[in-house]
Nanobody, 112 residues
């Protein structure tokens, strides 16, 4: 089992930035495609960004130009740098490995 641990969420003003991190202790991290999803209240979980084991990256339209996903296979960590945050980015953000394993989520709140 791959255990994922997210961190970096919090409360930020509109226009601010946060960097989310997702870490696992498993050595097979490098073989998984990693992704960040988010789920806002009363909405379905949606893909934000993903990065393959080979480094191929894709973003949801809502994240393009503002968010950056990256991974460090040595540290077994995937990051989501979020800039120019908007109130509509408010959600619980989840990290997933291959959509098979999920973290517990970290709350991001964008508000005045």
């Amino acid at each position: 089992q791959v255990l994922l641990s997210e961190s970096g969420g919090g409360l930020v003003h509109p226009g601010g930035s946060l960097r989310l991190s997702c870490t696992t202790s498993r050595s097979i991290f490098g073989s998984y495609s990693m992704a960040w999803y988010r789920q806002a209240p009363e909405k379905q979980r949606e893909l934000v960004a993903q990065i393959s084991s080979g480094g191929r990256i894709s973003y949801a339209d809502s994240a393009k130009g503002r968010f950056t996903i990256s991974r460090d296979n040595v540290k077994k960590t995937v990051y989501l740098q979020m800039n120019s945050l908007k109130p509509e980015d408010t959600a619980v953000y989840y990290c997933t490995a291959g959509q098979m394993y999920w973290g517990q989520g970290t709350q991001v709140t964008v508000s005045q």
